[in-house]
């Protein structure tokens, strides 16, 4: 279906579904519509344009109120990597790999990118494995060990998305050469 209804100006859609101001009853004061093509259905939000934006309200803003952004250090980067909790561990080596100041030749990380793939969720590798992708792909990641690591770990996976991201920093790897 498709919009039937006349004198109305369209002020936001997706193309199944349209806010509109109505002008077919007051050209001086329209009203806000919504209109559903899917169902054919329009129905009213506010008698004008001036109830719609008393219904809206600004937030705000306590500068007290932000949370500052925490960039980990490096000792905490290491301790998520070596915790017993696999979450942790995951994040640790997640945050590791895109922290470009870390160095990437160390046994620490290699042993917990190996517990991510032996404990971890599936989610938790595929995070890893493109965040590894991303960092080779913008040349952050040189640590031929760790690329060697990665790669086999990925090819002992059976799923679909383990063998795409494979192929993928294979094929990456080999237009650097």
């Known amino acids: 279906m498709g919009i039937t209804k006349d004198n109305i100006i369209l002020i936001a859609g997706d193309g199944h579904s349209f806010t ?26 506010c008698d004008d344009f001036d109830s719609l934006m008393d219904l809206m309200f600004t937030m705000e803003d306590d500068d007290e109120e932000h949370d500052e952004i925490h960039i980990p250090t490096h000792e905490e980067i290491r301790a998520w990597a070596s915790s017993t909790n696999i979450n942790e561990v995951a994040n640790g080596v997640c945050t590791w790999i895109q922290d470009f100041s870390m160095v990437k030749e160390d046994q620490l990380l290699y042993k917990a990118f190996v517990k991510v793939f032996d404990e971890g969720t599936e989610y938790q590798k595929i ?3 493109n965040a590894m992708r991303m960092e080779i792909e913008n040349d952050t990641i040189t640590s031929q060990t760790l690329i060697d690591l990665c790669l086999t770990l990925l090819r002992k996976e059976t799923d679909l998305d383990f063998k795409i991201y494979k192929e993928m920093i294979e094929e990456n790897l080999a237009d650097k050469k």
């Open 20 to 45: 509109a101001l109505d002008y077919e009853m007051n050209l001086a004061s329209p009203e806000v519509i919504y209109i559903d093509t899917e169902r054919g259905e329009v129905h009213k939000i």
């Open 127 to 129: 995070t890893i494995v």
